[in-house]
């Protein structure tokens, strides 16, 4: 061991531990504080120590580079600025694409020397695969693979197909046997995309491997023909025994003032290794380091250093510094050593002396927002505050600003908590008028067909597709409600240019143009005022129309867009200047909303941007939804369990009409309703203003639509309605993992549970074998697995429900905590699916998915729309579907109740004991309400069972077997039944 000495006329304040961050050089901004290069951090039984890290071994290595002096392959694909070359895998490469439709190419960007590997889509099925060669490697050995890789479609996640078309390590043993696949994702945290990003997986090889191939592929999602994928700088490599030559890593900042002061260092230095320090000062900038002076060393020099064999070193610091940083350099002549620094002592006449050790890594988190002050309030003048914190570690807060609905407003800080700020008003906050320009307005972009350019005072749509296949380009551009007051005249006009005729335009549903009128309720009140643009003006042309409001009117929607004429390949239509001038109405049916937003940055350069919401708004007193512990939704603290149905809208089968839709749901013992409606229109009111009227609870989207990150839009209708009567939940996305990230629900999730904490979030998506609910488990209260295996006569295993209600349980195991589950029972056909369920398969789906765990049952679907029938289509599988939910109507204080820990023991005694995916073909579930118990048992088995049950009270004479009108004795304790294929029996005794 060896100690060496630093000593300056210098003290020191206290100081916390100290922090490292990897791949940035000390010297270089924006990290300033607490970096390093080619340095480890080790643990050990006496505590961390820092020493060179290993270099690494590249096994393999494809950059792309070598293709660009091929002969050049025009490609009119090549974005501008590009060149591209055919792409011929060589060194042992395959390019696998399923139906040859892709065009790999190697490009390199204008004026730039790096090559990659860019893949361009096509139409249809484009499933395709990368394949590196064989890599020999040593078992139980940790290995990294890194590559950079970018993509201009958006992706949540891609999959393989059949074991073909995925990414992954595959190790293989000396013979070749497949022994593993270690899988990946080729996306970079996030939803990453667009922009380059290097992906880095970290792996061990398994034991007996010896050799192993990368590949890199997915079978879904397709990639379109304007869609293309990058990939480069595939590296392979692994730990050797060798030590970098140098490296080095910086302090964190030491507050100091005057006085004499030594470091003394606890390293091993041993032969032909060193560690040399320098030092740097900088003044104090209310309360954190200023500019930095260089590092130097013993003669003041940049290039110079202290080392281990000087015991003097004479520090004299100008008497304005108030801050201290030092660089330690490691350096070995030796591959097999390297010096080994353990702690850092500081020492002070002053101060007792600090030591630092047991370094833990860079500080690389940045501040978090620990605490803010409700985000729903009554009073209009609660004072806005929030808790900062730099994490444990962090180095401290360097700068913060915040901003109240997009003004920066002067924070208030705490006087007994440094960290707890508050946002200073003018007075009561008020409902917001909306920004008179384009900001505020809302697109509805039907297929995406249209390219979009928005500013604050024009926007403009363009149809940029060369193809020429029909394409559906209809668009809404709407803004917000504009106060109006009944009968009166307004002056309408604006200002627009288009390429091409729209004489004749035409709507559907709701995509409009006009004005249109709407009451205190927000229903749509006398007719829509329509304008049309006439022929083609390439000119900035000026509309000015007169218009009178109806009767009742209190509110005005301004909405251009249309179905037809769909716009061609270089067509478009700008609007700007738009203006409705005339009387303004008291009536406000704004909610008192605000946007807080927090920027924030500490000391080491990591930052956090952060924003929530606050409404002001009545606290409410009853229709309050909450969820027990263990999943089961609470109204008003009463167990609610859902049997609800999808899509309810108004269709033939209730001949157009929602009274009658609800009425007929309602007497069946339906309580819940869902709707795919997302425009808030009058259809939209009659929904609540139905279900309010038959008792019934719905669950809906908002108008930004299921799987949104229109996070504004989102808030501004949940702190609208969040009064409905009717409301359950708030259905955040559907089909999930296939078009938004868990981060980003999860994060839609919290900001609407601010302002509206008296509803539950819900998300829908299959599950499958891959379980594509993993990783989704905290992003929403609710989750709504699509349980659909009935797809042909032949196809229809019931023990996929079981196989995906168990996938559900084991995530919520992972994440440690309880959702809700209301399962979605197939009741349709179309789409792929050939038939509908049968009425076993039907009722045994019900039930097997309540054994495993629903604390909720609804059944897709309702209205059904183009190829997609719903159960009211088929007059025999509607009455089915209404006697089943008329059973569970009829135990809905049943299942509500809490899992028994009590049991009854089952046993099959005759026939086959596992089911098609080998799960037990008896499924069973006891509940006890009211001091009676219910069975739930279910054969998930295509074979006939006999079937065993002792229940654990001995003075059971007969049970019922409730919807049978039959009962079954009990001899000898227990009682024996006889099951169907997929037959389901209820209990009681």
């Not at 500080?363 to 620990?370: A, F, G, L, Q, R």
């Not at 509500?896 to 995916?917: H, L, W, Y």
Request: proline content about 5%.
């Amino acid at each position: 061991m060896v100690t060496f000495i630093l000593i300056a006329f210098i003290s020191f304040l206290p100081m916390t531990t100290l922090a490292f961050a990897k791949d940035i050089k000390a010297v270089v901004a924006p990290r300033e504080y607490c970096s390093d290069h080619y340095i480890e951090v080790v643990s050990s039984p006496s505590g961390n120590k820092i020493q060179l890290a290993k270099q690494w071994d590249v096994l393999l290595y494809e950059g792309f580079d070598g293709y660009v002096k091929q002969e050049r392959d025009v490609s009119k694909n090549a974005p501008e600025g590009y060149s591209n070359w055919k792409y011929v895998p060589t060194d042992g490469w395959r390019f696998h694409n399923y139906r040859n439709s892709l065009k790999p190419s190697i490009s390199r960007e204008k004026d730039s020397q790096n090559a990659y590997l860019i893949v361009h889509g096509s139409e249809g099925d484009t499933a395709f695969e990368l394949v590196s060669p064989e890599v020999h490697i040593e078992q139980n050995k940790k290995y990294t693979l890194s590559f950079r890789c970018r993509f201009n479609k958006r992706m949540i996640n891609h999959s393989g197909h059949k074991g073909k078309y995925e990414t992954g390590i595959i190790w293989f043993d000396s013979s070749h046997r497949k022994l593993h696949e270690a899988s990946f994702s080729l996306l970079s945290g996030e939803a990453d995309y667009d922009n380059w990003y290097v992906k880095t997986i970290a792996v061990v090889s398994p034991e007996k491997a010896s050799m192993a191939i990368v590949r890199f592929g997915f079978d879904l999602p397709n990639l379109g023909k304007d869609e293309f994928f990058c990939f480069d700088d595939i590296q392979f490599s692994t730990v050797s025994n060798r030590y970098e030559h140098e490296g080095e890593f910086v302090s964190r900042p030491f507050q100091i003032k005057p006085g004499t002061s030594f470091i003394t260092t606890q390293a091993d230095i041993p032969e032909g290794t060193a560690i040399r320090l320098q030092v740097r000062f900088a003044e104090d900038n209310n309360g954190i380091p200023g500019d930095w002076s260089s590092f130097t060393g013993h003669d003041g020099a940049p290039l110079s250093c202290y080392n281990s064999k000087d015991t003097a070193l004479d520090i004299s610091p100008d008497t304005a510094h108030k801050w201290l940083q030092y660089r330690a350099i490691l350096h070995t002549s030796k591959p097999d050593a390297t010096p080994v620094l353990h702690s850092v002592k500081i020492n002070n006449s002053q101060v007792a002396p600090l030591t630092d050790n047991g370094w833990s890594g860079p500080d690389t988190t940045p501040p978090e927002i620990v605490w803010r002050s409700p985000m729903r309030v009554e009073q209009a003048d609660a004072p806005i505050s929030f808790r900062l914190s730099d994490n444990i570690g962090g180095l401290g807060i360097k700068s913060i600003e915040a901003y109240l609905d997009g003004v920066k407003v002067e924070l208030l800080q705490g006087k007994y908590k440094e960290t707890e700020y508050t946002l200073k008003t003018t007075g009561p906050l008020k409902p917001l008028e909306r920004d008179a320009g384009f900001s505020a307005w809302k697109i509805e972009n039907y297929q995406n067909a249209l390219a979009v350019e928005r500013s604050p005072d024009t926007v403009t749509f363009t149809r940029n597709d060369r193809s020429e296949a029909y394409v559906d380009t209809a668009f809404k551009f709407c803004s917000p409600r504009i106060p109006v007051r009944e009968n009166t005249k307004y002056v309408f006009s604006f200002s627009s240019r288009h390429n091409s005729d729209l004489t004749d335009i035409k709507h559907w549903g709701d995509v409009s143009n006009g004005i249109i009128w709407r009451d205190r309720n927000g229903k749509e009140i006398g007719a829509p005022h329509r304008v049309s643009f006439g022929t083609a003006h390439m000119k900035w042309h000026r509309d000015v129309q007169k218009v009178t409001s109806p009767s009742g009117a209190v509110s005005a929607e301004i909405c251009f867009g249309w179905d037809s004429p769909n716009l061609n390949n270089g067509e478009f239509f700008s609007i700007k200047d738009v203006c409705l001038e005339g009387p303004r109405s008291d009536v406000t049916w704004k909610p008192n909303l605000h946007k807080i937003e927090v920027k924030a940055c500490d000391l080491a350069g990591n930052t956090i941007q952060k924003a929530w919401y606050v409404l002001i708004k009545r606290i409410p007193t009853q229709s309050i939804v909450t969820m027990r512990e263990d999943g089961m939704s609470l109204i008003d603290n009463k167990p609610f369990f859902p049997i609800g149905i999808y899509a309810v809208q108004k269709s033939k089968v209730n001949s157009d009409n929602f009274e009658n839709a609800f009425k007929e749901i309602k007497d069946a013992g339906f309580n819940t309703a869902h709707t795919y409606m997302k425009e808030r229109n009058n259809d939209f009111a009659e929904f609540y203003s139905a279900a309010a009227r038959y008792g019934m609870k719905v669950f809906v989207m908002t108008s930004a639509g299921h799987n949104s990150t229109d996070i504004d839009t989102m808030v501004r209708d949940v702190a609208t309605e969040v009064d409905q009567p009717a409301l359950l939940s708030w259905y955040l996305a559907d089909d999930t993992s296939g078009y938004i990230s868990s981060k980003e629900l999860m994060n839609i999730h919290e900001i609407i549970k601010d302002i509206d904490p008296y509803h539950l979030t819900s998300q829908a998506d299959a599950v499958g074998d891959a379980n594509r609910y993993k990783g989704y488990g905290d992003s929403t209260d609710i989750f709504l697995p699509e349980l659909y295996p009935i797809r042909t006569k032949e196809n229809n295993n019931m023990s996929e429900v079981i196989r995906d209600m168990k996938h559900v349980q084991e995530e919520l195991e992972r994440i440690g905590c309880r959702r809700g589950i209301w399962a979605i029972v197939q009741d349709f056909k179309g789409w792929g699916w050939e038939r509908y369920p049968t009425n076993e398969e039907l009722r045994t789906m019900t039930y097997l998915s309540i054994i495993h765990g629903a604390t909720g049952i609804t059944y897709y679907t309702y209205g059904g729309w183009g190829n997609n029938f719903g159960a009211p289509y088929d007059e025999d599988v509607w009455s089915y579907l209404k006697k089943v939910v008329g059973e569970l109507a009829s135990l809905h204080d049943v299942l509500t109740e809490r899992n028994t820990p009590e049991q009854c023991a089952s046993f099959i005694i005759k026939g086959v004991k596992k089911d098609g995916m080998g799960y037990p073909a008896l499924n069973t579930l006891l509940k006890v309400y009211q001091g009676k118990r219910h069975l739930f048992a279910a054969n998930s088995a295509q074979q006939p069972i006999r079937c065993q049950f002792k229940p654990a009270s001995g003075n059971v004479s007969e049970v019922s077997v409730m919807f049978e009108d039959r009962t079954l004795p009990v001899k000898d304790g227990v009682f024996v039944d006889d099951f169907e294929p997929y037959d389901v029996h209820v209990y009681q005794w």
